[in-house]
């Protein structure tokens, strides 16, 4: 019996080269996920620009403290910054993320108002209630209203978190008593800071805070503005493609 020569059969991967190319590997994948993560974070951030339809720039100039020089109220990117004779009286905190002011008489004693719509951490300021250990470090939506005298800004109400943000606001007299009112339109925590509105709200003054009015059913709201016909001026709001009119929000 003859013994036939075996064929050599493939070279065996020498051990050199198998650790470099599971490297190459690993490399790859770390690659793609880091790509596919900013690629999620970037269409993420689209859809929060456009929900917000980058509203957080507003300019207005007023007179807050009576000494016959208007200030100006300038909001870019979240941060308000008040300057008068071109000097920074006051700006911002810059943890605050605010939506809108408004210049308004919020608590109706006759003075103009600064009222903010901020987002911000902490359920309360320096001072919190005693029974309570610590504060709560999420960021919530908050109302705040300031006087300012001389260059100095006072607080004159602030609220802890909002049970509902506030996605926009106006403070009007709606029903002709010669008192201010609060009209928010107020949205949903589960849509983070990209507020979309739920509900419409009226509260008013009630002496040392705000008192719930009246609230809407749940639906599609936005752009909450003031209307002009021949008959007078008035609220409206937007309500998916319709125009919703108050106090009864019905459509015209």
Sequence with gaps: MKLR???PGPAPLSPSKMPIEKTIKKKLFFALFIAVIILGLCYFGCLYLDKKNISTSQAKRADLNGNLIDESYTLIAGRL???????TIWQSPADWQIDSFVLADA???GLLDLNLSLWKPGSFGTSKPFWLKENDP??????FIYNLSGDKLKMVWGSSNLGAPNCEFLIQDIDGDSQNELLVIEGEYRTATACQGR???LWSWNGWGFSNDWRSGEGDYSNLRMSENDTGRFLSVDHGNEVLFFPDLSKK
């Excluded at 910054?81 to 000097?87: D, G």
């Excluded at 999420?138 to 109302?143: A, C, D, L, R, T």
């Design 5 to 7: 020569p075996c064929r």
């Design 81 to 87: 910054t008040i300057a008068e004779s071109q000097k």
């Design 107 to 109: 608590n109706n004693d």
């Design 138 to 143: 999420s960021v919530k939506n908050h109302f």
């Design 199 to 201: 509900y419409v709200a």
